[in-house]
């Protein structure tokens, strides 16, 4: 699964997965593109 989330002013794209009994296991996590920043704002603030 991919998401977005803001840390501190800036946005983060996180990817992830779901294992057993509620517990997610990060695999990556970067600044969002600019691109994708405008989109996370536009949809979701």
């Known amino acids: 699964m991919v998401g977005y989330a803001p840390i501190g002013s800036n946005i983060f794209c996180v990817v992830f997965v779901e294992r057993d009994d ?18 996370y704002v536009a949809n979701y603030i």
């Not at 509620?22 to 593109?33: G, K, N, P, Y």
């Open 22 to 39: 509620d517990l997610m296991r990060v695999i990556s996590l970067r600044e969002a593109t600019k691109k994708e920043a405008r989109n």
